[in-house]
């Protein structure tokens, strides 16, 4: 099974960690920048970051995919079972994905994809907005609701942390300063030092320089 993109995405990364909780082995394939992968495209037209391959079934979007390696390695289970809580780890990747990802991507294109990767001269008073306007009622969100367990929902490990820990990744990468929220602060950093996310993040920090 092949993942295509940079994990630097909080969506790759996601996917990525994801299949490492099923303990299963995906390769991971990035394209040059500025030169797309045939098969990357094959499997993501639209130029959507995950692609993915498994043989001769191709998909994007990695919820899309999670779903797919969740049908096909039901145990352990990431998506609960009992129906209020599937809803609510839908919720929680919908949250990242869709509003953390959203508020936080201004950011990080402005301070590191655009100006190292790019050749683009930073923003900053998009990247300001985003670091002191957009970003702080999330985390104000998450620090009120995080359960004394360390996990999201039914005390475990689920899709659920895994889609919202992904993006304090890029925050990380960024030096974004978590002291405000210390709850949300600790919560990430557990899930991010899981062995399913640390060699990714630690990967990209040598990337970047870090």
Known sequence: MIVYG???SPYVRKTLAFGAEK???LENKVSVPGSP????LACSPFRKIPGFRDGDFQISDSSAIITYLEALHPEPNLIPPDPKNRARAVWFEEFADTIVVAAAGP???NRIVGPRFMGATCDEAVAAKAENETIPPLLDYLEGLIPTSGFLLEDRLTLADIAVASPFANLGHLNFDLSRWPRAKAYA???LARPSFA???AK???LLGG
Not at 37 to 40: C, G, I, Q, S, T
């Open 6 to 8: 940079s994990s630097l």
């Open 23 to 25: 303990g299963l082995v």
């Open 37 to 40: 992968d045939p098969e990357f």
């Open 107 to 109: 950011l990080f294109f």
């Open 189 to 191: 950093a557990a899930i």
């Open 199 to 201: 060699a990714l993040v």
């Open 204 to 206: 990209e920090a040598r």
